[in-house]
Nanobody, 128 residues
Framework: QVHLVESGGGSVQTGGSLRLSCTAS????????MGWFRQVPGKEREGVAVTSSDGQTKYYGDSVKGRATISLDHAKNTVYLQMHSLKPEDTALYYC?????????????????????WGQGTQVTVSS
């Protein structure tokens, strides 16, 4: 089992930036591919950014391309999501996700069904 805990959410104004963190514990000796998803009430959970276990392959959702960066710190078993130029439409509950050893191929890595492990989520609210 892998346990994921997110942090870093909060309220920010339009145009601002934030960094979310997600730390994995448990069976972290596995090769974990990890990612960030987000969801607003009444909508599907959307893939925001995902990374392969070696941090070399990354995919971003169209809505955040150019504004988001995902990164891995293997020493800390932590994945980060740095976002800038935030918009009100970025308001959502952000979830960290992980799977082992693969998370699909190509842009399919952004599909929620590719991930077995999920965090509880951290709220991000962007005010205009």
């Amino acid at each position: 089992q892998v346990h994921l805990v997110e942090s870093g959410g909060g309220s920010v104004q339009t145009g601002g930036s934030l960094r979310l963190s997600c730390t994995a514990s448990g069976d972290v000796y596995r090769d974990l591919c990890m990612g960030w998803f987000r969801q607003v009430p009444g909508k599907e959970r959307e893939g925001v950014a995902v990374t392969s276990s070696d941090g070399q392959t990354k995919y971003y959702g169209d809505s955040v391309k150019g504004r988001a960066t995902i990164s891995l710190d293997h020493a800390k078993n932590t994945v980060y999501l740095q976002m800038h130029s935030l918009k009100p439409e970025d308001t959502a509950l952000y979830y960290c996700a992980a799977n082992s050893p693969l998370c699909g191929y190509g842009s399919g890595r952004l599909l929620r069904e590719k991930y077995k492990y999920w965090g509880q989520g951290t709220q991000v609210t962007v005010s205009s």
